[in-house]
């Protein structure tokens, strides 16, 4: 099973400012099949990115996602206060499928 | 368009099986490469993912849960249901199920998710 480590777990910033968050695998994920969410209390999680790079209907382009092989990153490049919420990264590129612990990005 | 709704008890007492039922619409699990799984969050905790049944029965289990888990489909009733045994207290969680759209492809729609609390 492909474990996957998310830094840090929690984020202070401001509105306005950039948001960097890492998840990393414990082995090599499968043709970048890493996904991002977005949750907010009270709410399904909701599809930010998948392969790694690509936006889901919808996400503005603020959101990217990079990286390959056991390093991704999600960037939030200007925080607005609706994208003040946790942020799982999650890979299925294997026959069983695992989710990060999380990253919470709060307000400062 | 797309929807999911879990439906099952609220509250289920230890040693006890729990059966959780997503109903959905707007697609089909008898199209090919479409999937519906199951995911689960304990109170303020991460997501776990449980299992995942494609239109071609393919089923998937987390393996540490294996031994307790078991997915169907019913695809006449847009269903799909998922059924954990031996249920404690650590089970206790909303519990979600979700759209995929083929192999390779993440989930994209998500039910509401639904409480289940396990107490004697």
């Known amino acids: 099973e492909i474990v996957l480590t998310q830094s840090p777990g929690t984020l202070s910033l401001s509105p306005g400012e950039r948001a960097t968050l890492s998840c990393r695998a414990s082995?090599?994920?499968?043709?970048?099949?890493l996904a991002w969410y977005q949750q907010k209390p009270g709410q399904a999680p909701r599809l930010l990115i998948y392969g790694a790079s690509s936006r889901a209907t919808g996400i503005p382009d603020r959101f990217s996602g990079s990286g390959s092989g056991t390093d991704f990153t999600l960037t939030i490049s200007r925080l607005e206060p609706e994208d003040f919420a946790v942020y799982y990264c999650?890979?299925?590129?294997?026959?069983?499928?695992?989710f990060g612990q999380g990253t919470k990005v709060e307000i400062k | 368009q797309i929807t999911l709704k879990e439906s099952g008890p609220t509250l289920v007492k230890p040693t006890q099986t729990l059966t959780l039922t997503c109903t959905f619409s707007g697609f089909s699990l008898s199209t090919s490469g479409v999937g519906v799984g199951w995911i689960r969050q304990p109170p303020g905790k991460a997501l776990e993912w449980l299992a995942l049944?494609?239109?071609?029965?393919?089923?998937r289990y987390s393996p540490s849960l294996k031994s307790r888990l078991t997915i169907t489909k019913d695809t006449s009733k847009n269903q799909v249901v998922l059924t954990m045994t031996n249920m404690d207290p650590v089970d206790t969680a909303t519990y979600y199920c979700?759209?995929?759209?083929?192999?390779?492809?993440?989930?994209?729609?998500w039910g509401q998710g639904t409480l289940v609390t396990v107490s004697s």
């Open positions: 049944i494609y239109w071609n029965d393919d089923k």
């Open positions: 082995q090599s994920v499968s043709s970048s099949y």
């Open positions: 979700a759209h995929t759209v083929d192999y390779g492809e993440p989930f994209d729609y």
């Open positions: 999650q890979q299925y590129g294997s026959p069983t499928w695992t």
